[in-house]
């Protein structure tokens, strides 16, 4: 495959905090438009990853490329969803929405018909003039959801998104996740511990091994969509990679 084809290349990338040592000379590439999700135990690193993506931090050892430049989030069209949510107090629902659009300077009916869908999409109609802090938390992570699709990124970094949602927003959002997927051909890194969602989800999934994390195994799920969890095939392939966390 040529270079142009990945999205995200990540060589010999090794992060030590101090003394503690969480990723060891890992690598691996991301294909333009796949959907990847990461598993592994916990604190192996994941969230550290994505923050060394994001330039959050720097590699110890290793580099990151996107679109085979070294990452630089000023320069790509990226955008993030924590499992904290994270909107702005000061901001109502709609202006949380509008903001990062706002900032992009994208043209006023642009704005408004990316916001109305995404309010739409998401359920939001009733808190649309509402503030952050009078929000379900459920209900303000959907609105850090609603602004990283609202921007319609290349690449879409998600860490945990639906860790603190009922079964039923989440099964929908998982839905709606793979909906932008495929109408954007945005590239997704999806963090989950949550091994039915990866499953349900990804095309293909990279377990992690106990820090100092490198790559346990990488599994292809070819199942069609939308998916039935109930399936033997489905089945079969979450049983193997549940296998190979409990490993530890
Ligand atoms: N800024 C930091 N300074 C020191 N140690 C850190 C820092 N950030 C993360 N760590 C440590 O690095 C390790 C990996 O953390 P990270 O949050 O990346 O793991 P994770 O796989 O995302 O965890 P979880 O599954 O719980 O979400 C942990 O031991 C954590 O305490």
Redesign the pocket.
Known sequence: MSEQEYKVRVEHLT?Y??D?H?LDDVSFNIKKGEFLCVV????????????LLTRI?MPTKGELYIDGEPADPKKHSLAVVF?EPSSMPWLTVEQNLRFGLEIKKLPKNEIDRRVENIIKLLGLEEFRNRYPHQLSVSTAQRIIIGRAFALQPDLLLM??PYGQMDIKLRFYLEDEVIRLWKEIGTTVVF?T?NIEEAVYLAERILI?TN?P?HIKEEVQVDLPRPRDVTAPDFIAIRNHVTEQIKWW
């Open positions: 992060k905090f101090g503690l969480v592994g135990p916990t604190g192996c690193g994941k969230t550290t990853f994505l923050n931090y499992q860490d945990e963090i511990h992690l820090k994390a």
